[in-house]
């Protein structure tokens, strides 16, 4: 169960919420690199300052995220630096310039980058 039935609302795991504030927090911040478990991946862009007037772009490295994150049954996180790791791929993408020739391995799947 990703939610908790509590008065027939439906709620999102604190679980998830958690995981969804620290990456939040680790973008805004800029210390996502060194949370994702591979330094190279932003290593050397600031991608807040390149990315801060195209909210598109962000918004898909949020979805990135939450369409790559997996939960049990009690709504537990079981793949939290998974996630952050491919949309810090995605930004890494996002912020590419013409001559480095950066490509995301393995590419993206459909599902991972559908907008909900």
């Known amino acids: 169960m990703f939610w908790k039935r509590k008065n027939k609302v439906l709620e999102l795991s604190n679980n998830f919420k958690s995981a969804l504030r620290h990456f939040a927090f680790y973008y805004t911040n800029g210390t996502l690199t060194y949370v994702i478990g591979d330094e190279t991946i932003l290593k050397g862009i600031d991608y807040r300052e390149e990315l801060k007037h195209e909210a598109s772009l962000v918004e898909q ?47 993206f799947e459909d599902w991972e980058v559908e907008l909900h």
């Open 61 to 107: 490295a949020y979805a990135i995220f939450a369409n790559n994150i997996r939960m049990d049954e009690d709504g537990r996180v079981l793949n939290q630096a998974h996630a952050m790791k491919r949309a810090a791929q995605w930004i890494r993408f996002a912020c590419r310039s013409g001559e480095d020739g950066y490509r995301v391995e393995p590419g």
